[in-house]
């Protein structure tokens, strides 16, 4: 991947047949007043397939026009989803919005550049986590507006990336939203404005969680047997995988992690962590962490995460004042104390607003950017797994400008061997 990036899209649009000319570069491709927004999906796995039913949901000005991913059947079975639906898991096929013709499918690693070289104005980035620092590069250096699955990237080098590509984007005036969709939802939205106007009192200590079940739940595991080669083999697996997924601390907690950074408006200036794997025997993550964060002021916040079967579950946040504690558990979200309040609003669904959100910013021509924010939410993520991996408190200084962890291989295709990394040894893996 990185080296086609360098590709040019030009080069590439030339050789595309049916794929219409790429729009000037270096700006935004949506006017405002045009009748629709064109959409591209890279990354056509069940995240994928769904964000394109969320996006066109949320918006009539809407119309996907192109799809790429690595895997052709992976992107067959996105097509078939929204163009015919899937009777069987009741459903039904998109009623507007699709408008994909065979000609705009692009598939393998190179496959984002083709996409970006059609006109659009708008692409969703849901491939894995390993890829997003280059696709969010490539899609702003395109000129199209961007909504990006979380997390931002899987290593310091890959933030440091995004954080750039967030600076190009507010060149350009492009708008970037993140799937972190508790920031687009009601009740989130209502109780952090409270929190950071003063309703809990001052912030003492936080703590955030997700403690689910194991991810074999709801991927399918494809044994190493059965694939042509190892980056095939960890390509499909990758929440299993370190270089692919980040691990489930930064693929998944990053949510918890992110409404905590929001509620304190700051990232955490060290990290002490702990975890392992007691129970997973698939791929080279862990199943736990343990981590404590501790922010500016000397705030101290837990965090903790397990994908573990048959434990007890714990999806949530709190924050503690000096007047009160807010929870944002369930639907509703509630705060204790001196100004005692339970938020009773209308709450539709995050998945669907914040890209009703996104659409609107473009309409607008009033950029909305969230690169840098989930990006910063995310290193927080890394820099819990590289304490607990290594078994040192590390700081947020030396993690966001000194670290030269790069966890992308040299090369990505489908040729030679890619053996997996060693699980990771407290007190022997190194800290880079």
């Known amino acids: ?72 059947d992976r992107l067959d079975s996105s097509f078939k989803d929204l163009k015919e639906g899937i009777p069987d898991r009741k459903r039904a096929p998109l009623s507007r919005g699709f408008n994909v013709s065979p000609d705009q499918c692009f598939v393998g690693f190179d ?76 009740h989130y939205l209502d109780l952090m404005k409270k929190v950071q106007n003063g309703a809990i009192g001052d912030i003492m200590t936080a703590q955030c969680y997700w403690c689910g079940g194991d991810m074999l739940n709801y991927w399918k595991w494809f044994e190493k047997d059965k694939m042509p080669n190892d980056m095939e083999w960890q390509c499909r697996n990758w929440p299993w995988f370190l270089w692919t997924s980040g691990d489930h601390i ?72 000096t007047k009160g504690i807010c929870y944002t558990d369930g639907a509703t979200g509630y705060i204790k104390g001196e100004s005692a309040y339970r938020y009773e609003g209308p709450n539709p669904n995050p998945y669907v607003v914040e890209h009703a959100d996104l659409v609107q910013s473009i309409k607008d021509g009033k950029p909305l950017n969230e690169a840098k924010r989930v990006a910063e939410s995310t290193l927080t993520g890394i820099m819990g797994r590289m304490s607990t991996y290594t078994g040192r408190e590390i700081s947020w200084d030396w993690v966001m400008n000194a670290s030269k962890l790069d966890l992308m291989p040299a090369k990505l295709d489908f040729a030679g061997e890619l053996p997996a990394e060693p699980v990771a040894l407290p007190g022997k893996t190194q800290l880079i």
């Not at 990185?2 to 050789?15: E, F, N, P, R």
């Not at 970037?176 to 009601?186: C, D, E, P, S």
């Open 250 to 321: 930064v693929e998944q907690h990053v949510h918890n992690i992110d409404v905590i950074n929001w509620a304190l408006d700051a990232h955490p200036v060290k990290a002490y962590g702990m975890g392992g794997r007691a129970v997973r025997k698939y791929g080279n993550i862990y199943d736990h962490f343990a981590v404590e964060f501790e922010y500016p002021k000397g705030i101290k916040v837990t965090s903790m995460c397990r994908q573990m079967p048959a434990c007890t579950e714990r999806i949530s946040e709190n924050v503690k004042g």
């Open 111 to 186: 496959a984002y550049q083709k996409l970006l070289a059609c006109k659009l104005d708008m692409v969703l980035l849901t491939a894995p986590p390993y890829t997003r620092p280059i696709h969010l590069k490539a899609a702003v250096e395109a000129g199209k507006h961007v909504f990006m699955e979380k997390p931002a990237g899987v290593d310091p080098i890959g933030i440091r990336s995004v954080i750039q590509t967030a600076e190009l984007a507010d060149q350009k005036k492009l708008s970037i939203v993140a799937g972190t969709q508790r920031r687009h939802q009601k």
């Open 1 to 72: 991947m990185k080296t086609t990036a360098a590709v040019s899209l030009g080069a590439i649009a030339s050789q595309i047949a049916g794929c219409q000319p790429a729009a000037k570069l270096g700006s935004a491709a949506y006017v405002a007043g045009n009748d629709k927004i064109r959409i591209g999906l890279i990354g056509c796995g069940g995240r994928g397939t769904d964000a394109v039913r969320d996006c066109i949901e949320a918006s009539e000005s809407v119309e996907l026009v192109a799809m790429a991913d690595i895997f052709k």
